[in-house]
């Protein structure tokens, strides 16, 4: 795997900054929107250069207690989820209040869109988990089906938890990354059936990742001492798994690693700086810090 530089975007130098970056996102036009814990979305252009921001601290449309993230549809919408006041706001591409919505099925902190389809991953109770751990959405906002199977815990009956660590969606699947168990499934887009799940293990124990497809285990990769933490995206074309590892020491870089759809390991990419986030857009990596956004091109087989 090779990758090339392509853009680099300094909050310091910008024209307006993002000082304490949660999520982004990339629109099909290039376009990167930041959602900002300074209760914002601040948008820059496929070149880099600062185009506008919306959003502002308050109740009302338009207004965010604790965004915590940000899609874009095809049509340049942006729907940006309000943890703290509960809703979603929906925008039109240049950043005006279209309209708002509940959230519904418990309050999500994730959001995606894929084909006119919106996906949320939202804290449940034990009671109400039965009905899957990621849900799916009309653009009207009618429940449509649900992915992924709650897993208990020890902790208690009555509290609220998120089962989803993280998760992303392509045109044929969708990607869960489990909270409390080492593990992540791979979910067929269209009928939410199960196609895959890979176990590993968790923290400094980490040696390998086990793959079981009708129980049967399928392959094994090694994967360094790093802990396996959140963030997951996966490339559809090169089926290419890309997994957030989580590094022990204070202040250090981050290593995203990279496995074929069989769990079997195949390069990693290194930054020195934290990583937030981070988007898979076909050929392209898009890396968020609480200093810049990066966007490189992938040479897959090189």
Known sequence: MTYYKLLEIQSDKAIEPFYQPIAFTVGSDGNIYICDKSNKIIVFGANGEFLYSFGREGKGPGEFKYP????????????????????????????????????????????????????????????????????????????????????????????????????????????????????????????????????????????SIEVYESEEMKGMATIDDHPISSQIGFDEKNQIIYLLSAETEKDCGSRILLFDSMGNYIDYLWTDDPLIDFNIDDEYIYMLTNNFVEKYKIIVGR
Do not use: M
């Open 68 to 207: 915590s993230d940000v899609a874009v549809d095809n049509n340049g919408n942006v729907y940006v989820l309000d943890f703290g006041n509960r809703k979603i706001h929906i925008f039109d591409e240049r950043g005006r209040i279209v309209t708002e919505k509940q959230q519904q099925q418990g309050i999500s902190q994730q959001i995606d869109i894929n084909n006119g389809k919106v996906f949320t991953a939202p804290f449940s109770f034990y009671e109400t988990a039965s009905r899957g751990i990621v849900f799916q959405y009309d653009p009207e906002w009618k429940f449509e089906k649900s992915f992924g199977t709650y897993i208990a815990d020890s902790r208690p009956e009555n509290l609220l938890l998120n089962n989803v660590a993280s998760f992303c969606v392509t045109d044929h699947y969708v990607l869960i990354n489990y909270t409390y168990k080492p593990k992540l499934i791979i979910a067929n887009k269209e009928n939410s059936s199960l196609l895959k799940e890979i176990e590993y293990k968790p923290f400094q124990e980490v040696e």
